[in-house]
């Protein structure tokens, strides 16, 4: 990948990021992310598809409720937003082809300013595109997914799709036609929602219904319109349980599954998981990709953290070998991301304010997802991991507990064979040895 730079350097000293081995100890190369290497059939750059995330990347400040900004983005600074556009858009490129990132992510306000006049906005977002379209053919770099902001404005406080008043509605409906005919123009391979604010404060003033259809008729009609338009990737929910609302429809992927299924969306959309959604669901980040997994809809992810002591989304970059690599076992035998690919939903902290901490953050966080994909595959191709687990189910591969699962058993048959076998056997789940098991080819 060709590193581009516009008319002004925005991360001088800091070269193309390269592979180095587990030797190095420089801190701007990689030490396992070597992007050719093959693990499970395919390379490391094929399994990830890495994505820059626009937001936190080029539009994060290190603001939050009890501080202004500190992260002061010279490419932030003219005072025309076209020029603030292309300037972001300059920074972007030579950030994502110096580090080597296949891919990129936006929401539409990410890569233009917002204003409320829709045929302004959409114009300034054809600016964008118009920009930014050699510059993906010059770096080779892909579109990984887009979407639209529905949750930042104050128009969005009761929600977008789920809103009690149809105007705000049919404001969300500009901006996502907006941003899919954005993702169409650049070749996108998947459009997200995310949301942000499609849910409730409280039950006593909200119709959860009608609320509901409502997101499901919005989905409806933007697939529909996408398909229209050509468009053959595909749609993403991404779950989180809240904040900003108290309850978030989209609470975690099980709850987003009985949604698809109910409202006839199941053959357009997959999933899009985020580790610091599903801690905030009270599940593992393993649990939700399982339950993607089950259902055949694990398509994308977002890779971040939480704090176990915050209980909010704090979107710190991952650097937990355990952690990934359950989560990398999971989506191994899952067969991989259909269609997506792992996207850095994570900024570095209020208090990291060099340029180049934006380069040792992304880099360690693909050197862990490496290390993890070479150790999961090892724990799947070299251990008795999967063999511990099938013979604890084994009972129902022949015989009477075969014929349960083919629905050949009635109750009354359960009856009889629960006094025919007598009381089972004590058998252990080795939970202790599995842990111990992931924890000895880590170590």
Same mark, same amino acid.
């Given at each position: 990948?060709?590193?581009?730079?516009?008319?002004?350097? *925005?991360?001088?000293?800091?070269?193309?990021?390269?592979?180095?081995?587990?030797?190095?100890?420089?801190? @701007? =190369?990689?030490?396992? *992310?070597?992007?050719?290497?093959? $693990? !499970?059939?395919?390379?490391?750059?094929?399994?990830?598809?890495?994505?820059?995330?626009?937001?936190? %990347?080029?539009?994060?400040?290190?603001?939050?409720?009890? #501080?202004?900004?500190?992260?002061? &983005?010279?490419?932030?600074?003219?005072?025309?937003?076209?020029?603030?556009?292309?300037?972001?858009?300059?920074?972007?490129?030579?950030?994502? %082809?110096?580090?080597?990132?296949?891919?990129?992510?936006?929401?539409?306000?990410?890569?233009?300013?917002? %204003?409320?006049?829709?045929?302004?906005?959409?114009?300034? @977002?054809?600016?964008?595109?118009?920009?930014?379209?050699?510059?993906?053919?010059?770096?080779?770099?892909?579109?990984?997914?887009?979407?639209?902001?529905?949750?930042?404005?104050?128009?969005?406080?009761?929600?977008?799709?789920?809103?009690?008043?149809?105007?705000?509605?049919?404001?969300?409906?500009?901006?996502?036609?907006?941003?899919?005919?954005?993702?169409?123009?650049?070749?996108?391979?998947? *459009? $997200?929602?995310?949301?942000?604010?499609?849910?409730?404060?409280?039950?006593?003033?909200?119709?959860?219904?009608?609320?509901?259809?409502?997101?499901?008729?919005?989905?409806?009609?933007?697939?529909?319109?996408?398909?229209?338009?050509?468009?053959?990737?595909?749609?993403?929910?991404?779950?989180?349980?809240?904040?900003?609302?108290?309850?978030?429809?989209?609470?975690? !992927?099980?709850?987003?599954?009985?949604? @698809?299924?109910?409202?006839?969306?199941?053959?357009?959309?997959?999933?899009?998981?985020?580790?610091? &959604?599903? +801690?905030?669901?009270?599940? +593992?980040?393993?649990?939700?990709?399982?339950?993607? $997994?089950? !259902?055949?809809?694990?398509?994308?992810?977002?890779?971040?953290?939480?704090?176990?002591?915050?209980?909010?989304?704090?979107?710190?970059?991952?650097?937990?070998? *355990?952690?990934? +690599?359950?989560?990398?076992?999971?989506?191994?035998?899952?067969?991989?991301?259909? #269609?997506?690919?792992?996207?850095?939903?994570?900024?570095?902290?209020?208090?990291?304010?060099?340029? =180049?901490?934006?380069?040792?953050?992304?880099?360690?966080?693909?050197? $862990?997802?490496?290390?993890?994909?070479?150790?999961?595959?090892?724990?799947?191709?070299?251990?008795?991991?999967?063999?511990?687990?099938?013979?604890?189910?084994?009972?129902?591969?022949?015989?009477?507990?075969?014929?349960?699962?083919?629905? %050949?058993?009635?109750?009354?048959?359960?009856?009889?064979?629960?006094?025919?076998?007598?009381?089972?056997?004590?058998?252990?789940?080795?939970?202790?040895?599995?842990?111990?098991?992931?924890?000895?080819?880590?170590?």
């Amino acid at each position: 990948m060709a590193v581009l730079l516009g008319e002004k350097e *925005y991360f001088p000293g800091i070269g193309e990021i390269k592979y180095e081995g587990p030797e190095s100890m420089n801190p @701007l =190369a990689f030490r396992w *992310y070597d992007e050719n290497r093959v $693990v !499970a059939g395919k390379t490391l750059k094929e399994h990830f598809k890495f994505g820059m995330a626009y937001w936190h %990347t080029l539009s994060g400040d290190g603001s939050d409720p009890f #501080g202004s900004a500190t992260h002061l &983005h010279p490419w932030d600074q003219a005072a025309d937003p076209i020029q603030r556009l292309k300037d972001k858009a300059d920074a972007a490129f030579e950030f994502l %082809t110096k580090l080597g990132l296949p891919y990129f992510c936006f929401h539409d306000v990410d890569v233009a300013d917002y %204003t409320p006049n829709v045929e302004e906005f959409e114009a300034r @977002l054809q600016a964008w595109v118009d920009y930014v379209k050699p510059k993906m053919e010059q770096s080779g770099a892909k579109l990984l997914w887009g979407t639209a902001n529905l949750f930042s404005h104050v128009r969005y406080m009761n929600g977008a799709a789920t809103n009690p008043d149809f105007a705000v509605l049919a404001h969300g409906g500009a901006q996502v036609k907006a941003a899919i005919d954005a993702t169409i123009a650049l070749g996108g391979e998947n *459009y $997200v929602f995310w949301g942000g604010r499609e849910g409730y404060m409280t039950l006593l003033n909200t119709d959860m219904k009608r609320e509901q259809e409502h997101l499901a008729r919005f989905l409806h009609v933007a697939k529909d319109y996408a398909r229209s338009k050509g468009f053959k990737g595909t749609f993403f929910i991404e779950p989180k349980p809240m904040e900003p609302t108290k309850h978030q429809y989209d609470y975690d !992927a099980a709850t987003v599954i009985g949604f @698809l299924r109910q409202y006839g969306l199941m053959d357009d959309f997959k999933l899009n998981l985020e580790v610091n &959604h599903a +801690t905030l669901a009270g599940h +593992t980040f393993a649990h939700e990709l399982q339950v993607a $997994v089950d !259902a055949g809809l694990l398509g994308s992810i977002d890779a971040n953290r939480g704090d176990y002591q915050n209980g909010w989304d704090t979107d710190q970059f991952p650097n937990d070998i *355990y952690e990934l +690599t359950e989560s990398l076992l999971v989506i191994l035998e899952g067969g991989g991301l259909q #269609g997506g690919g792992v996207n850095f939903d994570a900024k570095r902290r209020r208090n990291s304010t060099d340029p =180049a901490d934006l380069f040792y953050a992304h880099i360690g966080a693909m050197d $862990v997802f490496a290390k993890a994909m070479i150790i999961a595959d090892q724990i799947l191709t070299s251990s008795e991991y999967k063999q511990i687990r099938a013979d604890r189910y084994a009972s129902f591969d022949s015989g009477k507990g075969k014929e349960f699962e083919n629905g %050949t058993l009635g109750l009354a048959d359960l009856r009889d064979l629960a006094i025919e076998l007598g009381e089972p056997e004590v058998r252990s789940g080795r939970q202790e040895y599995l842990e111990n098991l992931i924890n000895r080819y880590i170590l």
